[in-house]
Nanobody
Framework: QVQLVESGGGLAQPGGSLRLSCAAS????????MGWYRQAPGNQRELVAN????????NYADSVKGRFTISGDNAKNTWYLQMNSLKPEDTAVYYC??????????WGQGTQVTVSS
């Protein structure tokens, strides 16, 4: 079994920054993608960013491009989401996701990010 533990959420002012971390442990085999998703009240869960373990290729939602940066540490099975220039519309529960080959997905428990003055 794989466990994901998130940290780093909280309250930030508009224009501020937060950094999320996700640490994976357990029976980890072939990591394909490490990602971050978010879900605001009344909305569907959406992809924020992901990074491919093999080559570091990254993918961002248009709404966060230029503001958020995803990075990973394969040796520690940990990945991060640096969030800068935060906006109130970034308020959501953020989930990390680990995708293994051939096709298993694991989710973190979620961490609340609130952007408000």
């Amino acid at each position: 079994q794989v466990q994901l533990v998130e940290s780093g959420g909280g309250l930030a002012q508009p224009g501020g920054s937060l950094r999320l971390s996700c640490a994976a442990s357990g029976d980890i085999y072939r990591i394909n993608l490490m990602g971050w998703y978010r879900q605001a009240p009344g909305n569907q869960r959406e992809l924020v960013a992901n990074i491919r373990s093999t080559d570091g290729n990254v993918n961002y939602a248009d709404s966060v491009k230029g503001r958020f940066t995803i990075s990973g540490d394969n040796a520690k099975n940990t990945w991060y989401l640096q969030m800068n220039s935060l906006k109130p519309e970034d308020t959501a529960v953020y989930y990390c996701k680990l995708s293994e080959l051939p096709g298993s997905d694991f989710w973190g428990q979620g961490t609340q990010v609130t952007v408000s003055s």
